[in-house]
T-cell receptor, first 116, second 108 residues
C-alpha cells in the first residue's frame, strides 16, 4: 500500500519539552511539506523540502525545525520555545514540477499535538 | 499580498445542489485545487483546474475563471457523507496557499 504515514496520531507534551513528529511516504514523491491547522484557520505552511538534504522555511517556521536526510522521511521538531504549539499537524508530499495535476499534494492522517 | 476567500459555513439539504465559491488574489498562479476534509481527518484531493472552464468528476464539478480570480465547487445530489470542510488552494511558484475552508452541513 502506497501512502503517507504520520505518527503518533495523538501526542501530549509538557511545557518545556521538545517533541518530534514523524512523517514517512512511500510514494516516491520528491517534495514533502509540513502544515499546521488551527480551528477556523486554513492550513499554514511551516517548512517544505523539494529534494533530499534541502528545505525551505514556510510562513510560520519560527519555533520549528526539520531534516530531510532520506527521500521518504521528513520529521518535524517542535521546540519547547514555540509559542502555542497545540494544533493539528499535517504532512504532505507531491512530485515536484512535473507540471499540472501530477504535482498534487497528498496528505497524511495528521498528528494532534496538545501541550499541557 | 496573497488572499483566498471562501464562505465560512454553508448548509444544504440531502439531494440538493450546492455551490461553494472561492476568490483569490495571489502573486502567481499555477493551478487551483479543491480538497475535502472531514472533521479530524486529513484533506483529500477533489479537483484541479489550471485553464478556464468546468471540470466534471462524478457528482463534483469545479469551475475556474482566471481573469476574475474566481472558482467554485459544485456538489450535486448531496449526501449526508458530503458534510465536511472544503478547502480551496492556489498554487504559486512552489507552494500552495490555502483558504480557511468552507464548512458544509448537509441535513436530511
Amino acid at each position: 500500500d502506497g501512502g503517507i504515514t504520520q505518527s503518533p496520531k495523538y501526542l501530549f507534551r509538557k511545557e518545556g519539552q521538545n517533541v518530534t513528529l514523524s512523517c514517512e511516504q512511500n510514494l516516491n514523491h520528491d517534495a514533502m511539506y509540513w502544515y499546521r491547522q488551527d480551528p477556523g484557520q486554513g492550513l499554514r505552511l511551516i517548512y517544505y523540502s523539494q529534494i533530499v538534504n534541502d528545505f525551505q522555511k514556510g510562513d510560520i517556521a519560527e519555533g520549528y525545525s526539520v531534516s530531510r536526510e532520506k527521500k521518504e522521511s521528513f520529521p518535524l521538531t517542535v521546540a519547547s520555545a514555540q509559542k502555542n504549539p497545540t494544533a493539528f499537524y499535517l504532512c504532505a508530499s507531491s512530485y515536484f514540477r512535473t507540471g499540472g495535476v501530477t504535482d498534487t499534494q497528498y496528505f497524511g492522517p495528521g498528528t494532534r499535538l496538545t501541550v499541557l | 499580498g496573497q488572499n483566498i476567500d471562501q464562505p465560512t459555513e454553508m448548509t444544504a439539504t440531502e439531494g440538493a445542489i450546492v455551490q461553494i465559491n472561492c476568490t483569490y488574489q495571489t502573486s502567481g498562479f499555477n493551478g487551483l485545487f479543491w480538497y475535502q476534509q472531514h472533521a479530524g481527518e486529513a484533506p483529500t484531493f477533489l479537483s484541479y483546474n489550471v485553464l478556464d472552464g468546468l471540470e466534471e468528476k462524478g457528482r463534483f464539478s469545479s469551475f475556474l475563471s482566471r481573469s476574475k480570480g474566481y472558482s467554485y465547487l459544485l456538489l450535486k445530489e448531496l449526501q449526508m457523507k458530503d458534510s465536511a470542510s472544503y478547502l480551496c488552494a492556489v498554487r504559486g511558484a512552489d507552494k500552495l496557499i490555502f483558504g480557511t475552508g468552507t464548512r458544509l452541513q448537509v441535513f436530511p
